[in-house]
């Protein structure tokens, strides 16, 4: 795969597409990505939803994610949230701990499924066992927000430092919010700092608006200040 990749993106392409279309199942996949991102293509979402379907027919796990994103999101298919549901499912019982990931996020929510939290917080947990830090922050969710376990703030406050530490950026956030509840404004501010390192546009004026609701005083870390600057002057569709 290293050799497929390698060279100008529209040579690799091309390359991995004769690859795709050979049967290699993990050139399928990440050909599909490409033509999901417009990497050294032309982007065509139907045709990456195929590429994902070829994949998946050998039990490829984060195939079977992708799947369920393209349903989830639109991409290449109507959007179809009971789809992605049982996509998610399957890549999750295949090990994946993206697909536990979004299989427990969709339990959580009754996304395509009925809500079951218990359900959820079980793949949350299998997942973060696996190191996903994303799974590691919603579990700190479970705790803070009392979601069938005990409501406990210094368990949160455990899941959100794994999170944080694992590098998830909402982690970093939701540790920082608990510290400055806490009065340990200095170590917040550390953590606020790393979030614009992974943190998408959207989150950051998420972020600042409720740090400008609750903690108008607060000397935004430089990262952040200048992350801010750029994503409220960008259009917030960026």
């Known amino acids: ?71 989830a999101h639109g991409w290449g298919v109507p959007v179809n949230l009971v789809m992605a549901a049982y996509w998610f499912r399957l890549a999750a019982l295949g090990g994946l701990d993206w697909g536990m990931y979004n299989y427990a996020t969709a339990l959580s929510l009754g996304l395509g499924t009925d809500i079951d939290r218990d359900a959820a917080l079980t793949w949350f947990r ?18 803070e927000d009392g979601w069938v376990v005990a409501q406990s703030s210094q368990d949160a406050l455990v899941w959100y430092r794994q999170a944080a530490q694992a590098g998830d950026f909402r982690g970093q956030f939701n540790l920082a919010r608990l510290l400055m509840a806490k009065g340990q404004t200095p170590a917040a501010l550390q ?10 546009p959207a989150f950051i004026r998420q972020a600042i608006t409720w740090l400008q609701d609750y903690f108008p005083d607060l000397p935004l870390p430089q990262s952040l200040a200048a992350a801010a600057t750029a994503t409220l002057a960008a259009p917030s569709s960026c």
């Open 1 to 71: 795969m290293e050799q497929l990749l390698a060279g100008p993106p529209e040579a690799a392409a091309a390359t991995l597409k004769a690859a795709a279309q050979g049967g290699v199942v993990q050139a399928q996949l990440v050909y599909g990505q490409w033509l999901l991102d417009g990497h050294g293509v032309v982007p065509d979402a139907p045709q990456a939803y195929e590429w994902f379907r070829h994949a998946s027919r050998e039990g490829e796990p984060m195939a079977l994610n992708m799947l369920g994103q393209c349903h």
């Open 126 to 143: 299998q997942a973060a066992a696996l190191g996903h830090a994303k799974s590691m922050n919603m579990i700190g969710s479970f705790y």
């Open 191 to 200: 953590w606020l700092a790393r979030v614009p390192e992974t943190a998408t």
